[in-house]
């Protein structure tokens, strides 16, 4: 993939030097409220009233009365934003500078886009974490793979992902990892569309089955915006060699729920997909990079995904 020297995103957020927990100040889940039934035991109803009291009254008082109730579900173990001063080594330094270079190419790809259809991109961020990270969609952890959190419409990414796209799921390329930008950058897209509300809100009153199955027809079109991406890119600035598409092609089929299911436990359930079989996203990306049009990419109106 053609990529150096091209412009940059100013839109990443390097928090690789911040580590977030899952427990809150009093250990998380309910924080100090799941103390209430000793307390009760001890005092008796009167008594706890009264510590009730001053316990709200304290943290009324100290600013505090939310962290010690356990809102706000998460809590940073460090706020301190390193940026450029994380330690990082010369292959992680350059592979920040391709996914900055990939975004920045997401960017100016919507941008025209958008402005055909009459409408203004809003250019999302890109947080680079290590292990963890509080989102505004709650915790997340390297565990989970790149996400994307329509809330505060930022992706999440640690880069030990990219090791395990070459070692573990056999899909190697600089242009396999930007596939994989692109295809949370589709999210994106989705949102600034009204597509993700729309999802969401079908999804009340669904059973498990029913949500899933939309669920993969949501991310089947994540997949087509990112052949989008990737085919007005490459007519636009010609950034495609030899064996990109393969590369695109072959991430595509690694990360299918079937190819997962079937390493992880041995056999496949596809009433639990929720991102589609590897025939199916690489069927859409492929759609995407074809004919390059939102139009192509309606997944929630085929028959035959």
């Not at 250990?27 to 209430?36: F, N, Q, S, W």
């Not at 270079?101 to 259809?117: G, I």
Request: aromatic fraction near 10%; include cysteine.
């Amino acid at each position: 993939m053609r990529w150096r020297g091209n412009r940059q995103s100013d839109n990443i957020e390097d928090r690789r030097g911040m580590r977030a927990a899952r427990s809150g100040r009093f250990g998380g889940g309910g924080g100090a409220l799941r103390l209430l039934p000793v307390v009760i035991k001890f005092l008796g109803v009167k008594g706890t009233l009264i510590a009730v009291a001053l316990f709200i009254g304290y943290g009324l008082f100290s600013g505090t009365l939310s962290q010690m109730l356990g809102g706000g579900g998460f809590q940073e173990q460090s706020a301190r934003q390193t940026g450029g001063n994380v330690s990082q080594s010369a292959q992680e330094k350059e592979l920040v500078q391709f996914i900055s270079v990939v975004l920045a190419d997401t960017e100016d790809t919507w941008h025209a886009l958008f402005q055909e259809m009459g409408r203004e991109y809003k250019e999302p961020r890109l947080v680079l974490y290590r292990q963890s990270i509080n989102s505004g969609c709650g915790f997340g952890s390297a565990e989970m793979g790149p996400f994307y959190c329509p809330a505060d419409q930022k992706v999440y990414l640690d880069l030990s992902f990219y090791e395990d796209l070459r070692n573990r799921y056999q899909a190697p390329g600089d242009f396999a990892q930007a596939y994989v930008v692109a295809h949370e950058i589709g999210h994106h897209v989705q949102t600034l569309t009204g597509i993700s509300r729309k999802v969401q809100e079908a999804k009340q009153g669904m059973d498990s089955t029913r949500s899933n199955q939309l669920s993969v027809r949501q991310e089947l079109q994540a997949d087509c915006f990112a052949g989008i991406w990737a085919h007005h890119a490459d007519r636009s600035r010609q950034i495609l060699e030899a064996g990109d598409v393969e590369e695109g092609l072959t991430a595509a089929s690694a990360i299918g729920d079937d190819r997962l299911q079937k390493q992880s436990r041995g056999y496949v359930t596809p009433d639990s997909f929720t991102h589609g079989s590897s025939r199916q996203r690489v069927k859409w990306f492929g759609i995407g990079l074809k004919v390059g049009t939102l139009k192509a990419c309606d997944t929630f109106s085929s028959k035959n995904l």
